[in-house]
């Protein structure tokens, strides 16, 4: 694997994450496209804040093959990034239209 591929299978984990997310609780959905923007940028931001810990696409491939262990904490890291992208979108919404 690359780091590129890394990074795009990551932001496709923060949209499956997102909407399971939504699935599972109505009332936080914000439809098809809602959910997967708030999963890609949740992904993104939760990747790019808690990756410096060691787990970003570069960290993964730093030896040249892909670490397992990192390459997990980088995925449920993106999964939990979609989910609260979700929810703080839909915050932030509930915010704007009382």
Same mark, same amino acid.
């Given at each position: ?21 939504? !699935? ?5 959905? #914000?439809?098809? /496209?809602?959910?997967?923007?708030? $999963? %890609? =940028? ?26 397992? !262990? ?5 995925? #449920?890291?993106? /999964?939990?990034?979609?989910?609260? $992208? %979700? =929810? ?11």
């Amino acid at each position: 694997m690359t780091d590129t591929l890394i990074a795009i299978i990551s932001i496709f984990m923060g949209i499956i994450g997102a909407h399971v997310f939504a !699935a599972i609780n109505k009332k936080y959905s #914000l439809g098809v /496209i809602g959910n997967t923007m708030a $999963g %890609v =940028f949740g992904s993104i931001f939760f990747i790019k804040v808690f990756g410096r810990l060691g787990f970003d696409p570069i960290s993964i491939m730093a030896t040249g093959e892909a670490n397992r !262990a990192l390459f997990t904490m980088n995925m #449920l890291v993106s /999964i939990i990034g979609g989910c609260i $992208g %979700v =929810f703080v979108i839909e915050l932030i919404k509930r915010k704007l239209n009382p």
